[in-house]
C-alpha cells in the first residue's frame, strides 16, 4: 500500500511540474485525484524553483512543516537555547497542559504549527496564508506599513506586511496578543513579539523558511527558527472544524515547560 | 489507578508498543494524556465513529473475563491524518469487530489512544507510516 502511494505520489509529481515548470499556478487539465488533500506519505516532488511571468519565485502550493510542532526548540540551532527572561520563565512555571490554547480550539501564532499543511496564495496586493489548522487565514499586506502603534489592535495572528528581498518573501508580522503558545511544550511570547519570515523556495518540493523572533517583553535576545516545508504533490486543504475536543477535559497535569521552567528557576 | 486491574483483565495481549504509534497525535502532549507503561489491546465491538477533529474517535463494547462489558472510547489522529495515510472514513464501520492497540488514559475512565486497528481476522486495517506527521 505504501509502494503504491509512493508511486502515486511520484505521478502526481509530474502531472504537477510540468504546468509549474511552465509558469502556470494553476494546472490546466486536473491532476488525478488519488487521495483526498494529497499523500503525506509521498515524498516532495524533484525539480528546479518555479517563477512568475514577473520573474519572481512563485511559492504557490500547499506546504506542510513537519518539524517543531510538539517543542519549536527543535528548530533552533545545534546546541543553542531558548533565552528565557526570568519573568518568562516564571509564567511557563504555573502552566497546566489541559490550558494549551489549541486545546481550546482556538487559533495558533507564528511560530506555531500543527501537523497540517498551509497554502499559499499570491496576488500582487496581497499574499494569503491559509492554514488548515482551525481554518485561518492570514493576510500579507505586500508594500505597506503597520498601522500606528495606537491603531494597532493586537489579534491573534497579528498584522503581517511583506516585501521581497531578491527571491526571498518577507513578511514582518507584529501586533500578536499574548495568549498563544509556540508549541504543546507550553513555550510562551509577550505581546510585544515581533515576527520576521523570510520565504525562499529551495526548488520545486522545497520551501526554506526561517522565522527569527524578537520579543523584548519575554526573552533577553532575538532568535531564529529554522524549518524546511515540503510541497504535498496534488495537495488540496481539508476541512478542519474543530468540534469534538474532548482532551482538554480529560488531562489534568503540568505542561512540559512548567517542569523545566521550575528546574531553571532552581525549584 | 483504579483502572489499572479493570484494564489488566481486558488487555488480552499487554505489549510493548512502540511510543511512536498510530494515533499519538501533535494535538496535546502524549504523556500528559496517556500513560506509556499501560499498553492495551481489546477486542470490541464498534458502536460508534466519530469523524471529527481535532481527533477522529471510535466507540467499542469490549467485554472482560467476568462477563462484563463496558464502551471503551479510543482517541485516532484526525481524519485530515488518518485520510492523508490511506485512511477511509468508512474503513470502520458500527458493528464490525476489530481489534485495538493502544495505551490507557491517565485520567478519563474507559478511555485509551489507539495505536494500531485490526479486523476480525487480524489483518491490520490501519499500520501508520513512521515518518507520518502528528506525532
Known amino acids: ?267 | 489507578m483504579k483502572r489499572q486491574p479493570l484494564a489488566r483483565r481486558l488487555a488480552t495481549i499487554a505489549i510493548a508498543l512502540p511510543l511512536a504509534s498510530a494515533a499519538i497525535s501533535a494535538h496535546h502532549s502524549f504523556a500528559a494524556q496517556y500513560d506509556a507503561t499501560k499498553p492495551v489491546e481489546m477486542r470490541g465491538t464498534v458502536t460508534k465513529v466519530e469523524w471529527t477533529n481535532p481527533h477522529a474517535r471510535i466507540y467499542i463494547d469490549v467485554r472482560d473475563d467476568t462477563g462484563q462489558t463496558a464502551n471503551w472510547n479510543f482517541e485516532m489522529a484526525s481524519p485530515n491524518i488518518l485520510v492523508r495515510n490511506g485512511w477511509k472514513q468508512n474503513t470502520v464501520r458500527i458493528g464490525d469487530r476489530i481489534t485495538v492497540s493502544g495505551y490507557l488514559a491517565r485520567k478519563g475512565e474507559h478511555m485509551a489512544i489507539a495505536g494500531a486497528v485490526a479486523d476480525a481476522t487480524g489483518k491490520p486495517i490501519f499500520a501508520s507510516d513512521p515518518t507520518d506527521v502528528g506525532r
Open chain 1, 1 to 267: 500500500m505504501r509502494q503504491s502511494a509512493v508511486r502515486l505520489g511520484m505521478l502526481a509529481a509530474l502531472a504537477l511540474a510540468a504546468p509549474i515548470g511552465a509558469q502556470i499556478s494553476v494546472p490546466s487539465t486536473p491532476p488525478p485525484q488519488t487521495r483526498a488533500g494529497g499523500s503525506i506519505t509521498a515524498r516532495p516532488p524533484a525539480g528546479p524553483v518555479p517563477h512568475k511571468p514577473n520573474g519572481q519565485p512563485d511559492l504557490a502550493g500547499v506546504w506542510l512543516r513537519r518539524a517543531g510542532i510538539v517543542n519549536i526548540t527543535q528548530l533552533l540551532p545545534p546546541g543553542e537555547k531558548m533565552p528565557f527572561l526570568p519573568e518568562t520563565l516564571r509564567r511557563m512555571r504555573s502552566l497546566k497542559s489541559q490550558d494549551d490554547p489549541q486545546l481550546k480550539c482556538l487559533p495558533l501564532a507564528t511560530p506555531r504549527s500543527a501537523p497540517y499543511p498551509f497554502r499559499i496564495v499570491e496576488t500582487p496586493a496581497q499574499v494569503f496564508i491559509l492554514t488548515e489548522s482551525v481554518h485561518a487565514y492570514r493576510q500579507v499586506f505586500m508594500g505597506r506599513m503597520h498601522p500606528p502603534a495606537d491603531e494597532l489592535q493586537l489579534t491573534w495572528q497579528g498584522h503581517s506586511i511583506g516585501r521581497w528581498e531578491k527571491d526571498t518573501l518577507v513578511v514582518d508580522t507584529v501586533g500578536f496578543n499574548d495568549l498563544t503558545w509556540f508549541d504543546n511544550y507550553g513555550h510562551l511570547h509577550s505581546d510585544r513579539m515581533h515576527v520576521v519570515e523570510r520565504f525562499t523556495r529551495a526548488d520545486l518540493g522545497h520551501l526554506a523558511v526561517a522565522m527569527t523572533i524578537d520579543d523584548p517583553g519575554a526573552y533577553s535576545r532575538p532568535f531564529t527558527l529554522r524549518y524546511t516545508a515540503e510541497l504535498i504533490p496534488n495537495g488540496e486543504l481539508m476541512e478542519y472544524i474543530c468540534d469534538n475536543e474532548q482532551d482538554a477535559a480529560n488531562i489534568d497535569a503540568p505542561a512540559d515547560a512548567a517542569i523545566d521552567a521550575a528546574k531553571l528557576l532552581g525549584q
